[in-house]
């Protein structure tokens, strides 16, 4: 394949006050490789870049790499541009490329133990006598390069790495994407300043700042006052209040995003398979939907989300159904049970309220007690990682799924050794590797419906629902929502 890259129109000067977005959490660092979340992402995304990325449609294009193709089993090459600078006024070589992805999948190599899982992708090799790589995995490995071109794995110089320490690694940046780093504040702002050395040409705005905001009301009252310009997860409830304010409106989206409470099942009561059913019939998401949301989302039944790869579309929600769930408790041995739902703040759209329902509603169970915990998110999550042993038992995390194919949210999160999970069930394990060494794509979708009706049935989750995400937009900037939740502030134009 050969490159098709994505530009855009740039020709407003940017001249002004900065463009602000206000998200829930602010990173608690910046090394691009030492997390797994989708709003650290968004926030070095302006800074760093990947050998792939996608389009606002979905379209995979060549970022930092002019061609890319498969030339054997488990083995891929990808041709590096040759017209990148980093930051610091370096080029970018192959020997970057290749020791930015070996830094996530190989322990020994950058001083990191990256939490972000690239697997079976297992290593990456500059090609002798080419400004090329080759990308090594275990087997076929059929979405490779769609992996490849995910929110994570960006490109990093290598001796700039290597002449840093983590501390410094996590405070500092030096990308080639299309904003450079002025000043970060640990879970305040990041503020950057575009990069007039940019090969695509500078960006249409000179100034960048991502703030955090936990509290939702924070988010909107900051947008309506003209303190920020994009703020993400408008509750439902606030929507009139933006769109009849003069100077702002919203922007909806239906998201790849669903969030869910895992339930850890090596630990008691989440260890029993109809504990865990009773869950999911003791809840009502179409009434949490409606009450809760207003309305923007749909149930979940299943790990993949409708419009994904490998979604199947015959598979019934759970219903509410208090007598069933009251049985299956009791099959369970846990009558009596007491379990707390730790959540997010602000992470998600209205996540503590409707974490609050699905407790209210399973503590109407007669032999089940529930109760939430709320939780800072960078706090909660940096106990889920890298292992769950000493984490909560039950959580709600939600997974956007950025490449469009089920495997990337069932590898992670319900195989043996995914990066996040305690899942191990030898007939699911079995066939999720048969899907992926299927080089038929008809028939590794059939395999991957089949593999998300059993998980449907082993109810590993206490399915929610599938989000839409509300921007507020303050009407000095023109831009365009992303089902996949990348905001990509290249795009930003203002009045």
């Known amino acids: ?118 697997d079976p992708i297992t290593e990456a090799e500059v090609v002798d006598g080419e400004f090329a790589i080759d990308v090594l995995s275990d087997g076929l490995n059929p979405i490779v390069f769609q992996m490849l071109g995910s929110h994570n794995g960006q490109i990093m110089k290598k001796s700039w790495v290597e002449a840093r320490d983590q501390s410094t690694i996590a405070k500092e940046m030096n990308g080639t994407g299309p904003f450079k780093l002025v000043e970060f504040d640990q879970d305040e702002f990041v503020r950057f300043e575009r990069f007039e050395d940019y090969r695509k040409g500078p960006a249409a705005i000179d100034q960048l700042e991502y703030r955090g905001a936990p509290e939702a009301s924070v988010r909107v009252n900051q947008l309506v006052a003209g303190e920020s310009d994009l703020a993400v997860n408008i509750p439902p409830q ?78 019934e929600n759970y219903p509410q159904d208090y007598d069933r769930a009251e049985e299956l408790v009791e099959e369970s041995g846990y009558a009596g049970a007491e379990i707390t739902l730790h959540t997010p703040t602000g992470r998600y759209l209205k996540d503590v309220e409707v974490a609050q329902a699905v407790a209210s509603q399973i503590d109407e169970l007669p032999n089940v007690t529930a109760s939430v915990k709320q939780r800072d998110t960078n706090s909660l999550f940096s106990e889920l990682s890298p292992s769950l042993d000493k984490g909560p038992a039950c959580y709600m995390v939600g997974y956007a799924n950025a490449i469009s194919d089920a495997s990337y949210v069932i590898e992670p999160l319900l195989t043996e050794g995914g990066s996040s999970t305690s899942w191990e069930d030898e007939e699911t394990q079995a066939l999720f590797e048969k899907a992926q060494s299927e080089p038929d794509v008809e028939k590794r979708e059939v395999l991957l419906q089949e593999l998300n009706k059993k998980f449907h049935d082993l109810a590993p989750w206490i399915f929610l629902h599938q989000q839409s995400n509300l921007y507020g937009t303050s009407n000095r900037l023109s831009w365009t929502a992303r089902s996949d939740d990348h905001i990509d502030p290249y795009t930003f134009s203002v009045e």
Do not use: C
Request: glycine content about 6%.
């Open 1 to 118: 394949m050969s490159e098709t890259d994505s530009t855009y129109d740039q020709s407003n000067d940017g001249e002004g006050d900065p463009v602000t977005v206000v998200q829930g959490p602010v990173p608690a660092q910046l090394d691009p490789h030492n997390h797994t979340h989708t709003y650290t992402s968004n926030v070095v995304l302006a800074a760093y870049e990947n050998l792939l990325f996608r389009d606002a449609n979905g379209r995979l294009y060549g970022e930092l790499v002019a061609e890319w193709e498969r030339i054997e089993k488990g083995r891929v090459r990808l041709k590096v541009r040759e017209d990148v600078s980093f930051h610091d006024g370096s080029e970018l070589k192959p020997e970057d490329a290749a020791f930015s992805l070996n830094r996530i999948l190989l322990e020994d190599v950058g001083n990191l133990v990256s939490p972000q899982n690239f």
């Open 238 to 315: 606030e929507v009139s209040r933006v769109e009849n304010n003069d100077g702002t409106s919203i922007d909806p989206v239906a998201a790849l995003r669903m969030p869910f409470f895992a339930m850890v099942n090596n630990r008691e009561p989440f260890d029993s398979v109809e504990f865990r059913r009773a869950m999911n019939y003791a809840i009502d998401n179409v009434s949490i939907i409606e009450n809760v949301l207003n309305g923007f989302g749909k149930p979940s039944n299943q790990p993949t989300q409708e419009g994904v790869f490998g979604y199947n579309p015959e598979i």
